[in-house]
């Protein structure tokens, strides 16, 4: 049997940040407010901070997907219905299927050594057309949405219904990569397996969470995996 291999989505296989800028500029366009860098970057970071509070538990998800816009039009100073541009924002950004540069490749060169999981914390709806507008479907054996497992990364719960779903798996053989810290590698780290921490912008593992390995280019991963799996026999 070939190594199990956990693949993050978001910023990992697939560009967020570019899918992010491209939704929310159309759906502030959409509530006649004129978007500018300033804005994007504003609700970049409150985005940010409301799915970590999802990780550590301190909000639900249906409080992130209105919440971020509540903070947000707060800050701005517009008066506009949080839950209509949610719908909106979660329409828009499934319309994109951004891929990093060299992820497909990737994911052609892994299928061949690895059985390939995607597991992502985004909602299910808008994961399953951002998948299909990318091809990139057939590359996994499947695909968990902590959305319809009923928990996210990184409990621990998260990873243990998604190994109870894969036919003799061994945690000895199995690693996550994604690009998460709190999400990711503490998720791996919390279910016992392997980690790889993709960091291209070269950020610092501060406190005691240390990955196993790091890589710092989606071209280094296939020779990073190789390394690990020949050491777990």
């Known amino acids: 049997m070939k190594p199990i291999l956990f693949l993050d989505l978001d910023d990992t ?87 990093l540069p060299g992820a497909l490749e990737l994911l052609a060169e892994l299928r061949e050594s690895y059985e390939l999981y995607a597991a992502s914390n985004g909602t299910a709806t808008v994961q399953d057309r951002r998948i299909e507008r990318a091809g990139i479907a057939p590359y996994f054996k499947e695909i968990f949405i902590s959305q319809r497992i009923g928990f996210n990364k990184p409990d621990k719960r998260f990873f243990e219904l998604c190994f109870a779903k894969i036919p003799g798996f ?15 590698i503490k998720g791996g780290k919390n279910a016992g397996i392997t980690t790889v921490w993709y960091n291209p912008h070269g950020k610092r593992a501060d406190g005691d969470l240390r990955p196993d390995y790091e890589v710092t280019s989606l071209d280094m991963l296939p020779i990073v995996l190789e390394m690990i799996f020949a050491d777990n026999g």
């Open 13 to 99: 296989i697939l560009d967020f940040h570019r899918a992010e800028d491209f939704a929310l500029r159309k759906t502030l366009a959409e509530l006649d407010i004129t978007p500018s860098d300033e804005m994007v970057a504003l609700y970049s970071a409150i985005n940010d901070d409301c799915w970590k509070k999802l990780e550590r538990g301190e909000m639900t998800r249906n409080e992130v997907l209105t919440g971020r816009f509540t903070r947000f039009f707060e800050q701005i100073g517009a008066d506009r219905d949080p839950a209509e541009t949610w719908r909106r924002y979660e329409g828009n950004i499934g319309e994109t299927g951004f891929l």
């Open 170 to 184: 061994d945690k000895a053989r199995a690693a996550i990569v994604g690009d998460s810290l709190t999400s990711d």
